[in-house]
């Protein structure tokens, strides 16, 4: 901003912070008014708050959005990456080219956060408790929505706009007093195969959703207990991949947090207790953690973390395994024979998260059946399993993997997976057959 522009910026405020009213009770904001110091923008049924918060034993101020019922509930921070020293210096306002700024007048009114739109003349606070900027003919400018920070809530949407390239997509706190962006982010994988939700921390992917069944996430079998309060929607088109959830009417408040150790966290508020319940969290084991079993090994929770091989496979490094760790996965028993001989034909992992989907194809027209011919004719096809579980049946639509099966476990209600192996590895049982995991080698594991 420059020198001129900031002192027109400056006596326009002083005139509004001398004779506006206070807009602590307000929801919007204009070009006539600001807010500073303990003001507040309230949304219309007064379900979110606007203003500054501390943090750091009041050392830090920032510029917020929390719940009303819960102010340390924060679901949005402009200025994460540049806190005001004290609340008193901190103006919100619109300037007139239609930018939101947080200005910091023990700084001169340097602008220390920037909505970095233009023509917006009001900016309103809804009970969404989404901050949404608006033209003079209503149309929608910028929202915070389209920028989240660590929460998700009702109707924000987390994905990708295919259109743009803009990410719907969390990032952690630094640490719990402190909003700046932490080690760990919350995306949606769009680049191929079946987009699935993952949590990256300092440059490796952490824990991973499974892909979407129609229904849920293969990975949160959970989701479907959920339903007669939260109403799921998963979009996945030319224009965006998106997952939106939605209160239902009559259903507490909720939001889900990334956590700055990495954890995904559903909450609810609990009106008799006065506080968050803690619903679903993910990572929700050491089996969540992503890989852990290695290519082709498949993860269970008994009485403790145990990793496996499918059947027709074996422990790719048997020492590492005694050494209690699986991590290397498993390689094959038999080469597959791909039309020679003996033929291939596929085992059936009952109830597991499938594998990861990162290079794998889709087609949601296609039948299973219609899917386990196809792969059988593609040498390069490692396993298939249903796209869609909706309408029981074994479900229907196809994916289909072309290497190797990262990340698998077992979980109660998980779906079918269609290994392919030399039949010669299929034994007796039914190609197709409802056959229990063969674990070639078991270990059990330390993990922290």
Known sequence: MGQSHRRLLLVSLSVLLLTATPVAADSTLTQRSAIAADQRLVSPGDVFQLGLF??????KWFLGIWFTVSPAAVIWVANRDRPLNASSSGILALSGRGDLVLLDAARDNETVWSSNSSSATVAQLRDNGNLVLADAAGAVVWQSFEHPTNTFVAEMRCGKDLRT???????????????????????????SGSPELHVWGKGRKTYRTG??????????????????????????????????????????VSRVVLNETGVMQRMVWDQAAVTWSVFWSGPRDQCDRYGLCGAFGVCNV???????????????????WRMRNASGGCAR????????????????????????THGSSVDASASLEECGRRCLANCSCTAYAASDIRGGGGGSGCIQW??????????????DLFVRLAMSDLGKSNALGNVTLHRSMLVSLRVS
Do not use: H
């Open 165 to 191: 390239g803009a990410l719907w997509a969390l990032s952690s706190w630094r640490g719990a007093d402190d909003p700046s962006p932490g080690d760990f982010r919350y995306v949606m994988d769009t680049s």
């Open 333 to 356: 028993s038999t080469p597959l024979q791909c039309g020679l001989g003996g033929g291939d034909g596929f085992y059936a992992l009952r109830g597991v998260k499938l594998p990861e």
């Open 402 to 415: 072309f290497g190797e099966l990262m990340d698998t476990r077992f979980v109660d209600g998980g779906q």
């Open 302 to 320: 008994v009485d403790a973390v145990v990793c496996g091989c499918v059947r027709g496979f074996r422990p790719s490094s048997p020492a590492e």
């Open 54 to 59: 501390p943090v750091a034993n009041g050392t």
């Open 211 to 252: 892909p979407w069944n129609g229904m849920r996430f293969s990975g949160i079998p959970e989701m479907t207990a959920f339903e007669d309060m939260f109403e799921f929607r998963f979009t996945n088109t030319t224009d965006e991949v998106s997952y939106v959830f939605r209160d239902r009417a009559g259903s507490p």
